[in-house]
């Protein structure tokens, strides 16, 4: 039998190799009814709940557990959970990657009806990659290898800084659209007696704006750096 408050315990000091994160994942795949009420509620509840007062401005209960069960085996009469079941505890926590997949989910939902409100729909399909780094622009007599050593770069990148470009760069979202999305890669100092998720629920939308900008800034700056090795090391 598994002492649970003792788990808890481990969920939350995991790293680097997320052992019990990824037992917990099996156990929720499995239908295991502890593992099941602790993701919902414990992990889920203050996740579904960003999502309703960031995001979706909405109750999202059931569009929330159906999202993240799905899909659902009618002959075996149970859900079969193929987004839990694709965590690998790679770099983060089971929590850290339920927030991440579920307000990518709800954002792009959001968007889209927003859309279908306003009747008007267009998803961004083309990427400008030139658009992401700050270098010279590319000339017309220029190939595409300044292009590629751009991708390269890009790719480089570790998944934050391509977060952060992907929505605030490519897809141009404002920062406050994007704060929900990236906001599991904040971590703002604890201060007066509180922890540093707690900073963060009491700050200002110009707080907010101001650490993605300097995150922005980052991220481009280290863009630049790969950039520039690649450049000179491949001659792009």
């Known amino acids: 039998m598994i002492d649970w408050n003792e788990f808890k315990k481990c969920l939350k000091n995991d790293a680097p190799e997320y052992i019990a994160n990824k037992e917990l994942a099996q156990m929720i795949v499995r ?27 909405r109750d999202i209960t059931a569009d929330y557990y159906i999202f993240l069960s799905s899909p659902y085996d009618k002959q075996e009469e149970k859900p079969l959970w193929h987004r839990v079941d694709l965590y690998k505890g790679i770099n983060c926590l089971l929590s850290s990657y339920t927030s991440n997949i579920a307000c990518r989910h709800f954002y792009k939902l959001a968007a889209k009806e927003r859309c279908i409100s306003e009747k008007e729909c267009g998803l961004l399909e083309y990427v400008d990659y030139e658009s992401l780094i700050k270098c010279e622009s590319i000339s017309d007599d220029e190939d595409d290898s300044q292009l590629l050593c751009v991708r390269k770069a890009f790719q480089m990148l570790s998944e934050r800084y391509r977060l952060v470009l992907h929505y605030l760069v490519i897809e141009k979202m404002s920062a406050l659209d994007a ?40 991220a481009l700056k280290h863009l630049q750096e790969n950039f520039e090795s690649i450049k000179n090391n491949l001659n792009c």
């Open 31 to 57: 239908n295991e009814p502890k593992a099941v009420h602790y993701y919902l509620t414990e992990i889920g509840i203050p996740i579904m709940k960003h999502i309703e007062f960031s995001i979706m401005h």
């Open 179 to 218: 704060f929900p999305l990236l906001d599991s890669y904040i971590h703002p100092r604890a201060k007066n007696g509180l922890t540093s998720d707690e900073v963060k629920q009491t700050w200002t939308n110009k707080q907010r704006q101001d650490a993605l900008s300097l995150l922005k800034g980052y």
